[in-house]
Nanobody
Framework: QVQLVESGGGLVQPGGSLRLSCAASGTTFSFNKMGWYRQTPERQRELVAEITNGGSTNYANSVKGRFTISRDNAKNTVYLQMNSLKPEDTAVYYC?????????WGQGTQVTVSS
C-alpha cells in the first residue's frame, strides 16, 4: 500500500524559509509525477509545484522565483524549498504522487507565515 508522509511544516516569519519533504513508501516504482498542492478554508486546493520523473517542473505563478521543487527518485522523495515566504502562503500543504491511473495523497502539513 502506497503511503506519502510529509514533514517540514511549521511557523515561520514573513521573509523566512521552510523545506518540506514527502517520502513515499510501499512501492518500488518511480512515480510519473510528484508535486505539492495547498489549501485554505477560503481557497480550493491548488497546485503549487510539480516535477516529473525526468525532472521537468511546473510552478504556480504566485510562487515562481521563491519556491523550488526537487526530487530524489532513488528515495522516492520530493522536496519543496520555500523562500521569501509571505503570509498568503499560509495553508495546509499536501504532497501528491501520480502513477497511472492513480493519484496518491499525503495527509498534509501546516505552514503558517506570521509575525
Amino acid at each position: 500500500q502506497v503511503q506519502l508522509v510529509e514533514s517540514g511544516g511549521g511557523l515561520v516569519q514573513p521573509g523566512g524559509s521552510l523545506r518540506l519533504s514527502c517520502a513515499a513508501s510501499g512501492t518500488t516504482f518511480s512515480f510519473n509525477k510528484m508535486g505539492w498542492y495547498r489549501q485554505t478554508p477560503e481557497r480550493q486546493r491548488e497546485l503549487v509545484a510539480e516535477i516529473t520523473n525526468g525532472g521537468s517542473t511546473n510552478y504556480a505563478n504566485s510562487v515562481k522565483g521563491r519556491f523550488t521543487i526537487s526530487r530524489d527518485n532513488a528515495k522516492n522523495t520530493v522536496y519543496l524549498q520555500m523562500n521569501s515566504l509571505k503570509p498568503e502562503d499560509t495553508a495546509v500543504y499536501y504532497c501528491k504522487a501520480y502513477w497511472w491511473p492513480t493519484n496518491y495523497w499525503g495527509q498534509g502539513t501546516q505552514v503558517t507565515v506570521s509575525s
